[in-house]
């Protein structure tokens, strides 16, 4: 049986080593005609092995690596055949530790991502059984005997699955991993439940290209959810077949995987109603599945102490998945009824949140009135009163249902309100522009400034800070961009300024003061064309805390949503008078806006102008101060000044 192994590598040449070793020494021994399989670790391998004698194995493992320092050494020293660039570099000379049915090639070659590579490598590859196996992953002693025992005798199965065992940084097991045949409902609403590094399949079922270039990591759960859609014919082992490198710092456990997966499920059919259930329902599978019982554990594996030989391990561990590369025993049964407790009270949590989810899906569909109604006593836990409004959150849900003013739904904006910006106070106080991205765009880092940051111009509050582009991801920014661009703000709150409002990412200047941060904002509240009273948020990402000043800078002694921060009474800001007079330049035309402004190198700079702060529901504390800032506001004045304007 002829299987090729693919195993995409950048900068691992550590695990890589083990990782050769443990396919290099599948084929030792395995050519010995009449030779049984050991499959002792599940009942059922066990039946197959008893009825089958192992084949003869021809394996080709193919590296893929995007240009790891000192590849080129590595290869020479492990005696691999080393390509550059599709280009034959040198040919390793036959070794007895590697019999003729075993061939190892490394193709070094720039390429857009490990899926990428793995096509690469699928395409270079001709064996009938196929799997990828990660560079930090490694097959155990037998592992691709038992395999083409389980392809020989059920020649039915298209992928077989098999279990697997998580190993620290240190090669030290920490969780066995039980795997089931995927649900399709799970995957495309939580994860992907089977490890690649434990998955044979048979090339003819695989698509063409057998990975999308849309995905960067969950290339896996798209192909397994292909198959599924296919009625491919999976079998689940139960045999421990690989490990797994589980460190903290996968690739399935950063941003950009969560950011893929959440924009995959999207696309899936009532997704917001699957999710909470659905993970209910698979952990409940998992179970009665057994996944959550200690297993005894009997295995030869390569570490990094000696990659000569396999060492052995012996003993039980966890079915619980690890927390930071930690493992998580259960020493007895109480232990074990606390994790299943927490197991369920997870699923109980994640039940209620897909409920709220739902209970948003049936309010989109109800008038403004109503959802403001709604969403106005969720929020602030009292009752509106849009007929005689009061405070100041009451004032401005008047406003979003009631007035409407074209220059507000053109000032709401980021990319249209500079031109208001030009005409009122000049071009001087706008943040140098560097690129504007609308739906189809690719953002390229390369042609971006170091720092910079991204402002969604049809939104308010959606905004990504980059201050060093070496430590980002283009992937992940155009994944952030592109949810930015598919949504509707109106959705998110029904403020009328937002709806059908153009929909563009604005590349900014990013402002530095002159002590090297990002300088504070200064959000100054006017009324009727006079400022009142200025915001002042302090540690926005780590410890939020907000302080209200008067038009003297004296501190009001109440909090806005977060609690109250730094008492600065006394000591405004520089340019504090000429920032006064800009914020009443720009909300002349309005009964109510708030500026925002920044001070920094020396200059004022424009940051937004907003009409409905938090939605017009942030909690003022005590309550008072609601009303009390709210008497600025008078409706009446608009009604009489701006009859026009109303709706009803």
């Keep these: 049986m002829h299987f090729t192994i693919i195993t995409p590598s950048f900068k691992q040449l550590d695990w890589l080593r083990l990782c050769v070793a443990s396919v290099r020494d599948q084929v030792l021994g395995a050519n010995v005609e009449g030779q049984m399989v050991s499959v002792s670790s599940s009942p059922r391998g066990s039946k197959i092995a008893s009825q089958v004698s192992s084949p003869r194995l021809s394996v080709e493992h193919v590296i893929q690596d995007a240009g790891s320092p000192g590849i080129e050494d590595f290869a020479s020293e492990i005696g691999a055949d080393f390509f550059r660039d599709g280009q034959l570099v040198f040919q390793a000379p036959p070794s007895p530790s590697a019999p003729p049915p075993y061939r190892l090639a490394i193709y070094c070659e720039k390429d857009k991502g490990m899926y990428d590579a793995i096509n690469r490598g699928l395409e270079k590859t001709t064996g009938e059984i196929c799997a990828w196996l990660n560079s930090d992953e490694q097959y155990l002693d037998g592992t691709l005997l038992k395999v083409a025992a389980y392809f020989e005798k059920k020649p039915e199965i298209d992928v077989l699955l098999g279990d697997a ?77 690989s490990t797994y490198a589980f460190t903290g710092d996968n690739l399935s456990r950063n941003n950009l995987a969560h950011q893929e997966h959440r924009l995959w499920r999207t696309r899936q059919p009532l997704f917001f109603l699957n999710r909470g259930l659905a993970v209910v329902c698979h952990r409940i599978r998992r179970l009665l599945h057994g996944s959550y019982t200690r297993f005894s554990v009997d295995s030869r594996y390569y570490t990094h102490a000696d990659f000569t030989q396999r060492t052995t391990y012996k003993g039980n561990i966890s079915g619980y998945w690890p ?56 929020k602030l836990h009292t009752l509106i009163d849009l007929y005689n409004p009061r405070s100041l959150n009451e004032k401005l849900q008047w406003l979003k249902l009631f007035y409407r003013d074209e220059l507000i739904f053109r000032c709401a904006n980021k990319q249209t309100v500079r031109g208001y910006i030009s005409e009122t106070i000049g071009d001087q106080f706008l943040i140098p522009l560097k690129k504007i991205f609308v739906l189809g765009d690719v953002l390229s880092l390369e042609t971006l400034p170091t720092s910079f940051i991204l402002k969604a ?9 980059v201050a060093d582009k070496e430590l980002e991801q283009s992937e992940a920014l155009n994944t952030k961009i592109t949810g930015w661009l598919q ?42 064309g006079e400022p009142r009273f200025i915001q002042v948020d ?50 002349k035309p309005f009964p109510f806006v708030r500026v925002d402004l920044y001070s920094a190198k020396e200059k004022i700079w424009f940051g937004e102008l907003t009409f409905c702060p938090g939605k017009g529901c942030e909690r003022f504390t005590p309550r008072h101060y609601d009303r009390e800032l709210g008497r600025w506001l008078d409706i009446d004045r608009i009604k009489c000044e701006h009859p026009q304007r109303i709706i009803q």
């Design 538 to 587: 302090y540690a926005r990402f780590d410890g939020h805390t907000r302080t209200l000043y008067d038009m003297n800078w004296r501190k009001i002694p109440c909090s806005l949503e977060y609690p109250i921060g730094p008492d600065e009474s006394g000591r405004p800001p520089v340019k504090f008078s000429e920032m006064i007079e800009v914020a009443r330049k720009l909300s």
């Design 323 to 378: 927390k930071n590369g930690s493992s998580r025993k259960v020493d007895d049964f109480a232990t074990h009824a606390t994790n299943l407790r927490d197991m369920l009270f997870c699923s109980f949590q994640r039940a209620r949140s897909i409920l709220k989810k739902i209970a948003v899906f049936l309010l989109s569909s109800t008038t403004n009135s109503l959802f403001t109604r709604i969403q106005f006593a969720y």
């Design 457 to 465: 111009g049809h939104a308010s509050g959606w905004n990504c800070i």
């Design 487 to 528: 949504t509707e703000f109106f959705d998110v709150g029904r403020e009328w300024m937002y709806k059908d409002s153009p929909r563009a990412v604005l590349c900014e200047e990013l402002l530095i003061d002159n002590d090297g941060r990002i300088p504070r904002d200064y959000k100054f509240f006017c009324f009727h």
């Design 165 to 241: 065992l998580l190993l620290n940084g240190d090669c030290a097991p920490v969780c066995y991993r039980r795997i089931m045949v995927p649900s399709r409902w799970h995957t495309q609403m939580d994860h992907l439940h089977s490890l690649s590094c434990a998955m044979f399949f048979k090339r003819d079922v695989l698509p063409v290209p057998a990975f999308s270039p849309n995905w960067r990591i969950i290339g896996d759960a798209v192909l397994i959810d292909y198959w599924i859609q296919k009625k491919r014919k999976f079998y689940a082992s139960r045999d421990l077949l």
